[in-house]
């Protein structure tokens, strides 16, 4: 089993910046990739970002050039840092990691970004 801890969410005005964090807890050996989801109230959950134990990303048109998702292997912790946030970035940020043994997905229990105008 593997276990996704999110923090780092909150309120913050438009143009300004937050950081997420997940920890993965369990067998973690085989989580490849991890990255971030989101789903605004109303609509389907979306892919933010994602990135493979070798560090190659993937961003959705919508975040490039503002979000950086970074993974540290050692820790077993993947981040999104979002910078120059929008009122349309509001939503519940969503950890999620693919087990590429047992082709499980895992869900952390999803973290609050609000972004004001």
């Known amino acids: 089993q593997v276990q996704l801890v999110e923090s780092g969410g909150g309120l913050v005005q438009a143009g300004g910046s937050l950081r997420l964090s997940c920890a993965a807890s369990?067998?973690?050996?085989?989580?490849?990739?991890m990255g971030w989801y989101r789903q605004a109230p109303g609509k389907q959950r979306e892919l933010v970002a994602a990135i493979t134990s070798g560090r190659s990303t993937n961003y959705a048109d919508s975040v490039k050039g503002r979000f950086t998702i970074s993974r540290d292997n050692a820790k077993n912790a993947v981040y999104l840092q979002m910078n120059s946030l929008k009122p349309e970035d509001t939503a519940l940020y969503f950890c999620?990691?693919?087990?590429?043994?047992?082709?499980?997905?895992?869900w952390g229990q999803g973290t609050q970004v609000t972004v004001s105008s």
């Open positions: 999620h990691a693919f087990d590429r043994d047992t082709h499980r997905d895992y």
């Open positions: 369990g067998s973690i050996f085989s989580l490849n990739p």
